[in-house]
């Protein structure tokens, strides 16, 4: 058994830790409140992309179909864009989305896989399995800027269109709710027109000034940009959550364990004053009896 001064060491220590850890949930859940109001908003702008170009891409014959919608299966390489974090204590976060996109890549071992990575935790993983990294952006996924989707937008279009990889696919971890956030994929390339029908319906017939196949040119680099943002935001805003769920625990369990202690520290301590009670008496009845 320990003896008092350990256990106050030990009680000392864990508070320390816990005074940490809840530091670390406030901090997680300021900055949660901020990025889930910018997912929010930009949802409704990448839902109102997607009903636009659901509805252009319905007026085009597939004859004139846009080249991004055009299969390249004899191009047997995929390329993966996955969105992860740059910092642990977050749960199962990295864990989960990493592992999703590790089955996705067993279950395509016949093509060559080329892997670019938003966050560190991803690149840690994947740099010594012996897998293909293409590019790994070092800069903090929080300050993973439009502007740098905009170039890494543009490079993955003239990549696809001038053949250099068949398909492209992008992990990351939607946001739902603080408690719920799940390991998810989108292939972006070549465009499914499926995942970009939406459940509204446009009523009545509309004349395009410039033409549809124009507009849809315009607009296919800012739906690709539009996703690839969108989905770092989702994985952003799940970190913060999975944090703070992560940190609320690891504090809750600091409590118990100082409480178990300070009822250990206060079993021993009543052990001790008993020993040197008895120690007393012992001595004063020898001194009587002598």
Known sequence: MLSTKEIKQSIRSISSIKQITRAMEMVAAS??????????????????????LSHLASSI?????????????SVPVIKIVLITADKGLCGAYNNNIIQTTAKFIKENTGNTIKLIHIGKKGN???????????????????????NQVKTLAS?????YEAGEF??????????KTTMQYSPTSIRLL????????????????????????????HLFPKYIETQIYQCILESLTSEYAARRVAMIAATENAGEMIDELTRSYNKARQETITKELLEVISGAEALIKG
């Not at 490079?155 to 990549?159: A, H, R, S």
């Not at 068949?166 to 946001?175: A, E, V, Y």
């Open 190 to 217: 070549p465009i499914e027109k499926d995942a970009i029908k939406t459940k509204v319906i446009a009523k009545g017939e509309y004349i395009f000034e410039p033409s549809a196949e124009q507009i849809i040119e």
């Open 124 to 146: 840690l993983y994947f740099s010594k399995g012996g897998y293909t990294i293409e590019k790994y952006y070092p800069e903090n996924v929080e300050k993973f800027g439009y």
């Open 61 to 73: 014959p597939s004859e004139r179909s846009h080249p991004l919608f055009t299969q390249k299966e």
């Open 155 to 159: 490079q993955l279009i003239d990549g």
């Open 166 to 175: 068949g398909q492209l696919h992008i992990f990351f971890t939607k946001f």
């Open 31 to 52: 900055r949660l409140k901020k990025v889930e109001s910018r997912v929010l908003a930009s949802r409704a702008y990448t839902e109102r992309m997607q009903q636009v």
